[in-house]
C-alpha cells in the first residue's frame, strides 16, 4: 500500500510562510512519478488544484497562489514540497498531496490555518 505523508502545517499569521512536505515511499521516486500535485480543501469549497509539476519538471499553479507558492521536488529526501510565502486568511484549509504514478495516490491531509 502506497502511503504519502505530509508535514509542516500549522498556525501562522497573514503575511507568514510555511513549507509543507510530501515524503514519498521508496517504490516511487519523486523524479519518476508521473505527476506530483498538491491541492487544498478551504472552507466550504471542494478540493481544488494549488500546485502541479510534472515528470519532466513542467509546473502549474492556481491563478491564486502565482507567485507566492512554489512547488519542487527533492530527489535526495523524495520529496514534494510546497514553499508558501505571503499567506493570508484564504489559505485557510487542509492541503493535501496527490502523486501520480500509475495510479492516483492522496496524502492523508495536513492542516494551514492563517490568523489575522
Known amino acids: 500500500q502506497v502511503q504519502l505523508v505530509e508535514s509542516g502545517g500549522g498556525l501562522v499569521q497573514a503575511g507568514e510562510s510555511l513549507r509543507l512536505s510530501c515524503a514519498l515511499p521508496a517504490s516511487i521516486r519523486v523524479l519518476n512519478a508521473r505527476a506530483l500535485a498538491w491541492y487544498r480543501q478551504t472552507p466550504g469549497k471542494q478540493r481544488e488544484l494549488v500546485a502541479g509539476v510534472s515528470a519532466g519538471g513542467s509546473t502549474t499553479y492556481a491563478d491564486f497562489v502565482k507567485g507566492r507558492f512554489t512547488i519542487s521536488r527533492d530527489h535526495a529526501k523524495n520529496t514534494v514540497n510546497l514553499q508558501m510565502n505571503s499567506l493570508t486568511l484564504d489559505d485557510t484549509g487542509v492541503y493535501y498531496c496527490?502523486?501520480?504514478?500509475?495510479?492516483?495516490?492522496w496524502g492523508q491531509g495536513t492542516q494551514v490555518t492563517v490568523s489575522s
Open positions: 496527490k502523486v501520480v504514478h500509475g495510479w492516483e495516490y
